[in-house]
Structures are given as structure tokens and as C-alpha cells.
Nanobody, 115 residues
Framework: QVQLVESGGGLVQPGGSLRLSCAAS????????LSWYRQAPGKQRELVAS???????DYDDSVKGRFTISRDNAKNTVLLEMNSLKPEDTAVYYC?????????WGQGTQVTVSS
């Protein structure tokens, strides 16, 4: 029943912005850490940002100052605001949570940064 559904990806020029959304269902959203990961072709999937139940956050150094993760527990939604986008941000972005030692992933949304 656990579902994570990402949306908001697309094509954007360098320096542009996008907002990604993750709609969650099937679990008690407010008590779990939610994360955004990304995976570029030929590369390992990497952690981008996480937000905990107390709304504390962690970011990869590559996105600090440019991306902002937030959560709306009333809407069971996690957002990733992406600003000052660079070509190296191009990847499939995934929403993730871990419940009782099991990892759950969304289907991913493509972000392409290109001129």
C-alpha cells in the first residue's frame, strides 16, 4: 500500500528553477524521514536531501544553497525546490522513505538541465 509518486520534472535552461513534488500514501507520513535521491546515466544513485519528522534537513554539498526540501504533513507531500540549476543536476529524481527496515522508492521524475 505504500506509494510515493513524484511529479514536476522537465526540461529547464541552466540557471532556471523547478519544483518537484512527492505525494505519499499508505503509511503514517508525519513520523518518517523522507529523502530525495537522484541518478544520472552511468552513475550511482546519490542522496540529494532529507527531511526528518521534526523538519530538520540535510543536503548534499553539491546542492547546498540552491535546493530546499520541505514537507507538508497535512497533505502528505514532500517538495524539492530547485534553483540555479546546472547541467550536472540532470538526473532522474526519486523520492524515498524507509519503514521497518524496508526502503520504498517512487517511480522517479526526469530533470534535464540544458541550453
Amino acid at each position: 500500500q505504500v506509494q510515493l509518486v513524484e511529479s514536476g520534472g522537465g526540461l529547464v535552461q541552466p540557471g532556471g528553477s523547478l519544483r518537484l513534488s512527492c505525494a505519499a500514501s499508505g503509511f503514517t507520513f508525519s513520523v518518517y524521514t523522507l529523502s530525495w535521491y537522484r541518478q544520472a546515466p552511468g552513475k550511482q544513485r546519490e542522496l540529494v536531501a532529507s527531511i526528518n519528522r521534526d523538519s530538520s534537513t540535510d543536503y548534499d554539498d553539491s546542492v547546498k544553497g540552491r535546493f530546499t526540501i520541505s514537507r507538508d504533513n497535512a497533505k502528505n507531500t514532500v517538495l524539492l525546490e530547485m534553483n540555479s540549476l546546472k547541467p550536472e543536476d540532470t538526473a532522474v529524481y526519486y523520492c524515498r522513505t524507509k519503514i521497518s527496515w524496508r526502503v520504498y522508492w517512487g517511480q522517479g521524475t526526469q530533470v534535464t538541465v540544458s541550453s
